[in-house]
């Protein structure tokens, strides 16, 4: 079936400017994710939704950065007045459950890079 | 220090060898991860481990939850092995996953 999709691949914008990304997880995967990978460095948490509950922000770098999740389904993570330390592959991954014992299905990536 | 270290950083083998990359982590856990993540970017889950060993083709991942400890092991190396190598852990208390700042593996043909 079909794995985690991520719109678009690549996002250039300039600094300042808002954006937008998209995650589409896997039909039925109750728990998603969100991570950035900046450029040399690992994979950071962000943000993830389990359901219907609220979603555990602690990972978000700044009050520039907030995402949800519609329908329990489709991810929007946007980016406020972008800044070029917020150039990084951002990643999303879903699950089954949150909960401990399933595994992480991950996304292709957006690349962004803020000029 | 980080909560999940992982050893070595680098490591550049010859074809056929046999690879250890080993991964240590100081919080209480729920599951262990190793991810792959190939030169273009894309992650694949290779392993979720709480405890024992599970092995799938040329891959070995082991757990030793008491010393906090795994290793990830690749029997036979291939040039097509060659990738980062991520460690990653989920936290016990709060599920959160943590992760390791990978291992590079390059294996010459």
């Known amino acids: 079936g079909a794995g985690v999709s991520q719109s678009p691949s690549n996002k250039v914008t300039e600094k300042g400017k808002d954006v937008e990304l998209r995650c589409d997880p896997i039909?039925?995967?109750?728990?998603l994710y969100w991570y950035r990978q900046s450029l040399g460095q690992g994979l950071e948490f962000l943000i993830y939704?389990?359901?219907?509950?609220?979603?555990?922000k602690s990972g978000l770098p700044s009050d520039r950065f907030s995402a949800e999740r519609t329908g329990g389904s489709v991810s929007t993570l946007t980016i406020q007045r972008t800044q070029q330390e917020d150039s990084a592959v951002y990643l999303c991954?879903?699950?089954?459950?949150?909960?401990?014992?399933?595994?992480?299905?991950f996304g292709p990536g957006t690349r962004l890079t803020v000029t | 220090k980080n909560e999940v270290e992982q050893s070595p950083q680098n490591l550049t083998a010859q074809e056929g060898e046999f690879i250890t990359i080993n991964c240590s982590y100081s919080v209480g856990i729920s599951a262990l991860h190793w991810l792959q993540q190939h030169p273009g970017g894309g992650i694949v889950s290779l392993f979720m481990l709480s405890s024992g060993k599970k092995k799938h083709g040329r891959l070995i991942a082991t757990i030793n939850i008491q010393e906090k400890h795994s290793s990830l092991h690749i029997t036979a190396s291939h040039p097509r092995d060659s990738a980062v190598y991520i460690c990653a852990v989920r936290g016990n208390r709060d599920d959160k996953i943590i992760f390791g700042k990978g291992t590079r593996l390059h294996i010459l043909p």
């Open positions: 991954a879903s699950s089954l459950f949150v909960y401990r014992t399933y595994e992480q299905y």
């Open positions: 939704f389990q359901g219907n509950s609220a979603p555990d």
């Open positions: 039909s039925g995967h109750t728990a």
